[in-house]
């Protein structure tokens, strides 16, 4: 189905956005955490039991679209491996604003128009990924203090149309993710040094910290889901049954 088509399919079923008592029927669960961490794989497997749960409108939506806004987010970042790991500071703006961009495409072509229909939407990565990895590097790139380039950014995404009614914090031990990560390298055709290996870790240790911060300014916004090696099924059951017991609070 074309995308013009999907959204007029939507459209035309906006009454369903509401149940009987007035309330909202539906809503956006966005899956955010540190790479490696299995954010994909638990979204997939947990919008799939959703479905055989609360029917069929359950999406689930990658971290970047297929959209040209997507498709210069992918140039950005492919830019700043050239720029190599020491320069990606330089990028710092271009790279937020395409990610913001992206963003907005995804609210308003998909996310909104889903959500006026009653559904449940999965997303990986949102507005707490935009200011979690971008936020370091403006405070590194222009001095600003944190409390600025929160405030900033929350400018930036401001106008969005949907936030995220519950947040899953998908954690692993960093071993596990690191593991992940080789193997995904790997399956890529590279191999990630022990340099990389490195500047990840910093990297890591920092967006931890402010992801920390966000699920303390965000409350019972957030709901932490452990996922390491070997706990996959569980992480997929605590995962469903919170969105279940949120869908039931906002939507009962």
């Known amino acids: 189905m074309q995308r013009h088509e999907f959204c007029r399919s939507l459209a035309l079923r906006q009454p369903s956005a509401r149940n009987k008592g007035g309330k909202a029927s539906s809503v956006l669960?966005?899956?955010?955490?540190?790479?490696?961490?299995?954010?994909?794989a638990l979204m997939r497997e947990v919008a799939v039991g959703l479905r055989?749960?609360?029917?069929?409108?359950?999406w689930h939506l990658?971290?970047?679209?297929q959209a040209p806004t997507g498709r210069r987010l992918r140039e950005v970042f492919r830019a700043d491996e050239l720029l190599g790991e020491g320069n990606v500071a330089l990028t710092a703006m271009s790279r937020c604003l395409a990610a913001a961009a992206d963003l907005f495409y995804f609210d308003g072509a998909l996310i909104a128009p889903m959500v006026?229909?009653?559904?449940?939407v999965l997303k990986e990565r949102h507005v707490d990924t935009l200011i979690s990895h971008q936020g370091p590097f403006l405070t590194r790139r222009y001095?600003?203090?944190?409390?600025?380039?929160?405030?900033?950014?929350?400018?930036?995404?401001?106008?969005?149309?949907?936030?995220?009614?519950l947040t899953?914090?998908?954690?692993?031990?960093?071993?596990?993710?690191?593991?992940r990560l080789r193997e995904r390298s790997k399956n890529a055709g590279a191999e990630l040094?022990?340099?990389?290996?490195?500047?990840?870790?910093t990297v890591f240790g920092i967006r931890a910290e402010w992801y920390e911060r966000l699920r303390q300014k965000g409350g019972d916004?957030?709901?932490?889901?452990?996922?390491?090696?070997?706990?996959?099924?569980?992480?997929?059951?605590?995962?469903?049954?919170?969105?279940?017991?949120?869908?039931a609070r906002c939507c009962g």
């Open 52 to 58: 055989s749960t609360l029917g069929e409108h359950v």
């Open 62 to 65: 990658a971290d970047i679209s």
């Open 116 to 120: 006026a229909a009653g559904g449940v």
């Open 168 to 179: 899953i914090m998908v954690e692993a031990p960093l071993s596990h993710r690191e593991r």
């Open 29 to 40: 669960v966005t899956f955010e955490g540190l790479e490696g961490a299995g954010k994909s």
């Open 221 to 247: 916004r957030w709901l932490s889901i452990a996922n390491p090696d070997g706990e996959f099924a569980r992480a997929v059951a605590r995962a469903t049954a919170g969105i279940l017991d949120r869908h």
């Open 143 to 165: 001095g600003w203090s944190e409390d600025r380039v929160h405030e900033w950014l929350a400018s930036v995404v401001e106008p969005l149309q949907v936030r995220p009614t």
């Open 193 to 201: 040094g022990r340099t990389a290996e490195e500047f990840h870790r």
